[in-house]
């Protein structure tokens, strides 16, 4: 069975400054997706970015990049320029290929961004 | 484009009753998942609907059940409520494909469910 570890509960950040959020993952596929989704308080869900396993390069959305360790089952993620709306709940997800609409979360990092 | 939209966004309910909850989709959108947000178990997959069959189940009784309609509305019902299931019940949909965007959920604003 897959699992995903975020193993920071809580992180903060100074408006501008840079943060990066871990992600771990065990799985014995090869061919699988990887997400983070954020969520502020509102609860509202939110697709930050994704990647595809087989795609050695590291997605970018913005000021959301990701650092995939493919070898290392790691995924992290590095937000840029912090701003105050990224104040949130920040999740690692998982899917396989095979189970194209079964996303399996970490327990999840809050991020507090500070002005 | 419309975004995912759940209904009712907050119910209250007692112990031994029933509950609907009904979710729409994003148009064109053909995958209809379901998860239940606690703060002690955390995001958990419910299950999957994709063309009114479900696809896939998670590890919950079988007071939990669920349809797909033929215009991929979703709804989600609990028979006999007890305490634990107060939460937050998140829908997701998508294109369900493979290529571009594949496995990409969006996510409706949920429905906060409390059992008393």
């Known amino acids: 069975a897959q699992t995903v570890t975020q193993s920071q509960p809580e992180m903060s950040v100074q408006e501008a400054e840079t943060v990066t959020l871990s992600c771990t993952y065990d799985?014995?596929?090869?061919?699988?997706?990887l997400f983070w989704y954020k969520q502020p308080p509102s609860r509202q869900m939110i697709l930050v970015i994704r990647q595809e396993a087989y795609k050695q390069q590291n997605a970018t959305e913005n000021r959301f990049s990701v650092n995939f360790q493919k070898a290392a089952k790691s995924f992290s993620l590095k937000i840029s320029d912090s701003q105050l709306g990224d104040t949130a709940m920040y999740f690692c997800?998982?899917?396989?290929?095979?189970?194209?609409?079964?996303?399996?979360f970490g327990t999840g990092t809050r991020l507090q961004v500070f002005p | 484009k419309a975004g995912v939209t759940q209904t009712p966004r907050y119910l209250i309910k007692t112990r031994g009753q029933q509950v609907t909850l009904s979710c729409s989709p994003i148009s064109g959108h053909r995958s209809v998942s379901w998860y239940q947000q606690t703060p002690g178990q955390g995001l958990q997959f419910l299950f999957e609907?994709?063309?009114?069959?479900?696809?896939n189940k998670g590890n919950f009784p079988g007071r939990f059940s669920g349809r797909q309609f033929s215009n991929s509305r979703s709804e989600m019902n609990v028979s006999t409520l007890e305490l634990g299931d107060s939460a937050l019940y998140l829908c997701?949909?998508?294109?369900?494909?493979?290529?571009?965007?594949?496995?990409?959920?969006?996510f409706g604003p949920g429905t906060r469910l409390t059992v008393t």
């Open positions: 997800a998982f899917m396989t290929i095979y189970n194209t609409d079964k996303l399996i």
């Open positions: 997701a949909s998508s294109l369900a494909g493979r290529g571009a965007g594949a496995g990409e959920q969006y």
């Open positions: 799985t014995s596929e090869n061919n699988y997706y």
């Open positions: 609907y994709f063309s009114e069959t479900q696809r």
